[in-house]
């Protein structure tokens, strides 16, 4: 899936010159935690958070200066503008590579420099939720299998005999190399029939165990 399938396209903006007041209030209420900052273009030239302003305020305060004339201060004087962005034809995958290398929340989506929208950790999060079915009635099963080409359509054609639809595999690699672990989230409550089929076969279940195993 591409990041464009899931991204917030209408994206609430400040530019440089808005007052951190006017950040503060949007933030408050839109109840959002970042918010780009865009030129009358459209270019992105920065992000500011509900943190950013948190952190600048024992900074640019100072002793004999008011609360009010640090909230009147542009948000260019504490913007971020090394900001990491994404394409819309990124893979969400890769979105969810850079929040975890970076370790960041939000990331601005933009074309030529234009920004054209926004994800988050958690509209990643809820994409991958939804693609392992895991947010549907299913069971989860794990196979342990050979790592050799072929294991995984084999194991797949004992879901087909059963008449049981498969929402999500992943392969998940193991310490000895010679193996992999098979993960399937199959549409049906009571797995047991399936189990037993693939024992049959000579598979191993990792997950469920058998009652009393």
Partial sequence: MIIEKIMQKNVLTLSPDHSIQDALNL???AKIKHIPIISEENT???IISDRDIRDAAPS?????????????????NIMKTDVITGHPLDFVEDAATIFYEHKISCLPIT????LVGIITKTDV???FVKLTGAHQPSSRIEV?????????SEVATVFHKGKVNISSVFVYPEENEKFKTLVFRV?????MGLITELEK???TVVWPHMMGE
Wanted: glycine content about 8%; overall charge positive; charged content about 25%.
């Fill in 44 to 46: 992105l030239i920065g």
């Fill in 111 to 114: 074309t030529n420099g234009k």
């Fill in 125 to 127: 999060l809820n994409t």
């Fill in 201 to 203: 076969k000579g598979y």
């Fill in 144 to 152: 342990r299998v050979p790592n050799i080409t072929g294991m995984l």
């Fill in 27 to 29: 933030i408050k209420k």
């Fill in 60 to 76: 640019i305060l100072s002793k004999n200066e008011k609360l009010d004339a640090l909230l009147n201060k542009p948000v260019k």
């Fill in 187 to 191: 549409q049906t409550m009571n797995p």
